[in-house]
Each structure stands twice: as C-alpha cells, then as structure tokens.
C-alpha cells in the first residue's frame, strides 16, 4: 500500500470513485467502419523505413495506438477498440472528429471547387474573413491566412517588424510558437531547437510561471484552482507579478535594444504545460512593450475558439487587446489552416512586398472554418468548454489533494494541464519514465491525454470541447486508477 499525502489538504474521502474502481465507458451510438487496411507490422516497418526519423521519434506510448476513425470525442482503432479522446490531436479538433455540419460542408465545397488563390475573387474566404472579423475586438479587423500555426507566426514576426521598423522580439520561456526555422526562435524549449542559425533577433524572458517558477502563491491565477504554494500579499497586491515584471524589465535592460519590434505571448502556454501568469502580469508587459515601441502578439492557436470557457480567445480573461492575433490548429477543427489577425495599419506594412501564398484562404479551407464557427456559436461549446472544464478542473484538484505526485493542476475551460512531482515539497519534476507509465496506463484503460512542460511533466487535457460531464467522470476514474496502481509499485 501507498502512504496517501496526509495533512490539511488530503480529502481523499470527496472522490466520487474508489481508488481502483472505472465505471463503464459512456455509450456511444456511432458504428465505425470495419478496418480492413493494411497490418500494424506493416505500418510500423514504412514508418521506420519510409518516414522521417521525427516521425518515430514523436510516436506517443511504448504501444503506440494505431487511430482507423473519428467521431466527435472518440476514436477507435484498427481493432475496433474504442477511446475517449481528450488530447484532440494536439488540442486542434475543436468541435469534435468528423462533426457532421463541419463534415457536410466540406463534401459541399469539395463538390463545388477545390481549389482557386487570392489571384481571383471567390466567395468562402470573403464570408469567412468577415465572420472571423467578427469574433474579434476593434480594432483587429484585418486577416491573413495561412495553412499553419507556424506560418501565421512567421508572418506575425515579419509584420511586426516591418510595422515598428525594430528587429528585437521577446517570448517566454519554456513557450512553443512553432517549429519553422524562424519561429525557432521564439519557441524558448531546447528539445525544439536545432543547432543552426534561427530566430535571429529572438530573446526569451523569464516565464511567470506561479507554480514551478521563483515566485507564486495561492492568489495568483485566474484559474478555478490555485497552486498548493503559500500567500502572504497584503489584498489587492501580487509580490510574485511585481517580481516577475520586474524580471520583464530587466530583459529590456540588459538585452534588447531600447526599442523593440514585439512581445508574443500564449494566454495560456500549451505544449509548456499549461502554464499560466499572475492575473495583471499581461497587462503591464503589454503597457511596457509599447513604451518601447513593440506591438504585442497574442499566440491563439491553442487558446482560441472558446477553448478556455470564460472567453471565446484567451486574451480576453487577461483584459488586454493584442495587436496582432495569430491562430491555427481549433480554427479548422484539424484541416490544415491558421490566420493572422490585426489591425489595418499594422496589416498595410505587409503590402511593401508582395506575399504569395497558394493554399492559404483555400476554398475548402474557409468553408470548413466558417462551419466551424457556426457549430461553436450554435452549440453553446464555448460554455461546455467552461462547466466540463470547471468541473474537471476542481475534481482534479481532489487528486492532487490526494495524490503526493500531483503537484498541480491549473488552467481554465478545455485548456488543463496536471503537473507530476516527486513530491510537492521539493516540486522536482516526476521521473519521464515514471509519468511514462501513467500515461500508458490511461490510455490501456481507453482514454487518450497529452503531455508537455519542459520536462515532459505536465499531462495535458485539451479534448474536442464537445466532451460531457460523464466523460469527465469516466477519465477521472481512469486517472485515479492509474495513479493508484503507480503509487502501489512505487
Ligand atoms: C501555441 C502554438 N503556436 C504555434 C504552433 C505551431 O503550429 P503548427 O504546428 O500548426 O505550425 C503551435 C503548435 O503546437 C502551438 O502550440
């Protein structure tokens, strides 16, 4: 037996299930087709023959899972076993797999017309541009798509630039922007970085991160759940936003020029764990990049589109307005699209040169993206984002009052990361292998969960927002269960 961490915070008698009991996966009435395709030796020989190295080297779990179908949050694969899926394909199929009004309307465009570019007129980029213009504030009315996250991210840096007339950009550590060899430069994680030339003009800062960072405390978040850390800030005050400002501001004395082009930031990291900054830290860095004459980007492409319940983008709960936006991944629900977003002058500074770009604005591209909207709109799943997200959010944070491993657990809406520890006094990460097993555990017993943070220690749970309660219920019962049996063999 495991001793269970014992003292104030231990409530291990508020868990809905006993620690080794999973109810039943919730029903799904969808038949998937039979899969008659190709084995899995033969897929895994091609795989390590005919693809990149990279793309073993990503293949999640030592028994990787081999995906045949989608339908809305699960998936089955080629043995006809069923699983929920919560990471979503890296946090991109925003309304579910294969959403019947997303599907419909693809089949509808690629009947119609596949493919034209910007060189000629066509209808389904104008009505998207402006139904996308209208999810967002004044004065972010203007819109460049792209066929990526990366993409919309290197452009945000060139138009950044050529706007401020600087080079100088600023991102956080420990952040992920991207993996072009310009957003390289911005993505502050060494298992990204290659050894070569990239991201010139890129400086990283210190990421007020309230958990695993210098400075933090029980106030600091905007977050249902706070971390385990002690608070002693006289009200109205936050010492650890003061503390990482004050790191913000020594960036800019000590390695940028006075002036700068831009300050990207995510709302809320993603593949950094979601990690999450004191509540006003956002707002002051934006007022002291402008001071310097930078622009300030807020990276959407995971926090976008509802995701974090309490707003339909991320930049809205920190109560500031970006310059630029960019977004990808949830924007199509998994087809290939992102977008820069911004403001008319700033947008005018891309018309210096010409850009050409073949697929971005696709036909196909902004149909689907434009149905996308219309089901977040129409089915409430920016609000399903918020009560599935809150209710996973506070029984989570029963596990981590329950287990010593569980160091924290944060975010808002569908955007949760469980960070894994040693033990919660010294907040070392907890061992890769360790969370390796958990990991697979979870998935053997049906549910699919990601994982980021530097140290690969944080799951993450990014699920298609369609998710309900009773698949809550049922990865919490998962979780527990693999938990538990870790901490027996531990
Ligand atoms: C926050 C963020 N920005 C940018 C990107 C890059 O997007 P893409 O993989 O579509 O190039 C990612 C991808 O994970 C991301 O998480």
Redesign the pocket.
Known sequence: MFILFSGTLCQKSALKYQSTHVPEMPPCDFTPEEYKGMSKDQMMQIRQQNCNPMTMKVTSYKRPVFIHQGHMQWLWDVDGKRYLDLFAG???VSVGHCHPRVTEAAVRQLKKLWHTTNIYVYPPIHEYCEKLASYLPDPLKVIYLT???????DLAMLMARLYTGNFDIITFRN??????PQ?MGL?SNAAYKYPVPSGLGCTNTMCPDVFRGIWGGSHCRDSPVQTIRECSCPQGCCVANENYIGQLKDTFATSVPSQIAAFFA?PI???GGAVQYPKNYLKEAYKLVRERGGVCIA?????GFGRTGSHFWGFQGHGVIPDIV?M??GIGNGF?M?AVVTTPEIAASFAKAVHFNTFGGNPVACTVASAVLDTITTEGIQQNSLEVGTYLLTQLAKLRDTYEIIGDVRGKGLQIGVEMVKDKTSREPLPVHAVGEIFEDIKDMGVLIGKGGLFGQTFRIQPPMCITLEDADFFLAVFNKALFKYMERR
Do not use: L
Not at 175 to 180: A, D, I, L, P, V
Not at 299 to 303: A, I, N, P, R
């Open positions: 890296v946090a991109t066929n990526s996250g990366s993409e919309a991210n952040s992920y922007h991207g993996g072009s957003t993505t995510e990291q993603g593949v990276d959407e492409v995971q926090t960019t990808a991944k290939p992102g």
